[in-house]
C-alpha cells in the first residue's frame, strides 16, 4: 500500500549469525527465496534484548578480539532494540507451559524469550533455526536456511 508503514520483522540470533558469516562465505544465503530477502530488506528490522545477551556470550565465549567486537556493537545498533517487559514475561510462561505441556521441539529458554517477544509484539520472526520456526505462533516465521557449502 502506498505511502504505508514499512513492516516490522523480529530477528532471531540464528538469522543474524548467518548474515555475518554471510559476508565470508556468501553461499550460506545463496538460496533464500528472492521474495522473502526483498521483504526483509524492505522491513524495519528488529532484535530482542535476548538477542544482545546471546550475541554477547559468544564473543566472550569465543574470546573476540575488539575490533570484531566493536563491529557486532555496531551492527546492533542498526537494529530496532525491544526490551523485555510484563507482557513479554506473560507470553513466555505460556508458551514455556505449552511447549513443556505438549513436548514441542525448539523450546529453548532462549529461543522461547524471543518467540516471546514476536508473539507479544504481534511480529513475524526471522529464524535460521528450523526447531524455532517449528514454535507455534499466530504469525508464522520465516525460516531461511543456510546453504551448504559447495562441494
Not at 25 to 44: F, H, N, Q
Not at 108 to 113: A, E, F, G, S
Request: charged fraction near 30%.
Amino acid at each position: 500500500m502506498e505511502g504505508s508503514a514499512p513492516e516490522t520483522l523480529l530477528c532471531d540470533t540464528s538469522y543474524l549469525g548467518v548474515i555475518r558469516a554471510s559476508e565470508r562465505r556468501p553461499y550460506l544465503t545463496a538460496g533464500w527465496p528472492v521474495d522473502v530477502v526483498e521483504r526483509i530488506r524492505s522491513a524495519v528490522l528488529a532484535i530482542s534484548v535476548i538477542t544482545i545477551a546471546e550475541e554477547r556470550a559468544g564473543e566472550v565465549k569465543n574470546g573476540w578480539g575488539e575490533k570484531s567486537v566493536r563491529e557486532a556493537a555496531e551492527r546492533r545498533r542498526s537494529f530496532l532494540w525491544i526490551p523485555l517487559d510484563v507482557g513479554i514475561v506473560e507470553r513466555w510462561a505460556e508458551l514455556d507451559a505449552q511447549c513443556k505441556l505438549h513436548g514441542a521441539r525448539g523450546c529453548d529458554d532462549n529461543d522461547l524469550w524471543i518467540v516471546a517477544t514476536g508473539v507479544e509484539r504481534e511480529l513475524v520472526l526471522v529464524t535460521c533455526d528450523k526447531r524455532q520456526s517449528e514454535i507455534p505462533t499466530p504469525k508464522p516465521a520465516i525460516y531461511l536456511q543456510p546453504g551448504a557449502k559447495p562441494a
